[in-house]
């Protein structure tokens, strides 16, 4: 252990120090840094995989369940896309240095905002390997320094993506210790680091809730948390219901291992008789068990091959990640609304209607980071939303919500010009 945290500490003096240079990086170097780790996911790919094929045998060994294995698998295509990701990131506007919200004051003060890294950034996750990268290029674009911990499961994965962004960032001119990788797995590691207050500025956790309530509650420095998505769709009487089918069967099956999938359908009583026999349907041809209310049994148990569960309690404000879901039947909007604030993570939550009205109402009262009409939650994504990519999603308010990319990752400082003014 002792070993553990002298590398701990001496990888956070390395990062402290780069990321004050960092500050003033040109986007030319950042952006030339993006394109090479880009690069590189394709022609390492060879390395990646075979380290990925490890830790991916020994999870399976050990019992991990499906969805976590999922999340940690990778592939060509998947290696490709997160290539493709860090291309999108490289593309993007650089937000550090950007001016914003200048006045002149009466006293002819001219004032305003300009936009500057946060510092150090400390991530803790669990399982994705491609977070290894996702947060790598965005804290890099964004002026900020990373000190990266993941879990024991994907510690090769995660070592040979390391070695690949750490290396094309050094080609490209970025400071050492841009992007530091703790190879300790030692649990008592997140510890020591979640007190290394002077050293890092903000911490993110991405995994499940034992790692996200251990992070908030032990941490010295400010703590985003999210990631945790129980996402409802409700499917309104005046829903257009071939629609509904569609965007339902989307949110649930596309890919149900991850934080944004639906997990919890709810359906008007005026349209449950026509609807719930459409999607269950559908649903059954992907293997979806439904764990149903006792209306929403009552309609859907003459089907035959469906896998239907009575629903209990539990199933309420329950995150499956899984080809489960659990089905309600409501008699309105507030219903739909009420259930949402009592169940509801704060993650993603959707309706599908053809009413304005209420549409509009759900927006404005649903409280969550991202709240649809008439779309699938599976888009909760910075990448989908235009981002790049993103380093987590947070269902805080402070200090950002929903996807959090390249402009969340920074703070700003007033700039202040005068002209010999004094205050009176």
């Not at 997140?190 to 034992?210: C, F, N, T």
């Not at 409280?367 to 939303?385: L, P």
């Not at 390249?406 to 700003?412: A, D, H, I, N």
């Amino acid at each position: 252990m002792e070993l553990a945290v002298k590398e701990l500490e001496g990888k956070g003096k390395e990062a402290k120090a780069a990321s004050r240079k960092l500050a003033f990086l040109s986007t030319e170097t950042k952006n030339k840094a993006l394109l090479n780790i880009a690069e590189a996911l394709i022609t390492k790919k060879g390395e990646i995989l075979a380290a990925n094929r490890i830790d991916y045998e020994e999870a399976k060994a050990s019992g991990m369940n499906e969805a976590m294995l999922d999340r940690l698998l990778l592939s060509p295509s998947r290696l490709e896309d997160m290539s493709h990701d860090v291309r999108k990131v490289a593309a993007l506007p650089d937000p550090v240095g950007e001016v914003f919200e200048m006045r002149t004051l009466t006293n002819g003060l001219q004032i305003g905002k300009k936009r500057v890294p946060l510092g150090v950034i400390g991530a803790i996750y669990e399982s994705r390997p491609n977070v290894t990268i996702d947060i790598s290029s965005l804290c890099l674009k964004s002026g900020n320094a990373v000190i990266l911990r993941g879990g024991k499961e994907a510690i090769n994965s995660n070592s040979a993506l390391a070695r690949v962004a750490q290396q094309a960032c050094l080609d490209a001119g970025v400071p050492q210790g841009a992007i530091e990788f703790i190879q300790s797995t030692e649990r008592a590691l997140v510890h020591h680091m979640l007190r290394m207050k002077g050293v890092i500025d903000l911490i993110i956790p991405r995994g499940g809730s034992g790692l996200i309530k251990l992070v908030s509650e032990n941490a010295a420095m400010p703590v985003v948390t999210g990631g945790i998505g129980v996402c409802h769709t409700y499917v309104d009487r005046s829903a257009d219901l071939t629609k509904a089918v569609a965007i339902v069967y989307n949110a649930k099956v596309q890919r149900p291992t991850v934080c944004n999938a639906l997990d919890c359908l709810l359906v008007h009583s005026q349209v449950a008789q026509a609807y719930l026999p459409a999607i269950a349907k559908e649903w059954a041809k992907a293997g979806v068990e439904m764990h149903c209310d006792e209306r929403a049994m009552a309609i859907l148990e003459s089907i035959p091959s469906l896998k239907l569960v009575p629903a209990v309690e539990e199933d309420w404000g329950k995150e499956y990640l899984s080809l489960k879901a659990a089905i309600k039947v409501v008699d309105s909007l507030d219903g739909a609304l009420v259930h949402i604030e009592r169940y509801g993570s704060g993650h993603s939550e959707a309706i599908i209607t053809e009413d304005y009205s209420a549409a509009m109402r759900f927006l404005n009262q649903v409280d969550a980071a991202c709240v649809y009409a008439n779309a699938s939650t599976r888009f909760t994504d910075g990448a989908q939303f235009g981002l790049g990519a993103e380093i987590g999603i947070s269902t805080q308010k402070f200090h950002a919500r929903g996807p959090m990319a390249l402009k969340e990752l920074t703070s700003y400082k007033w700039i202040i010009f005068g002209s010999g003014q004094v205050r009176p």
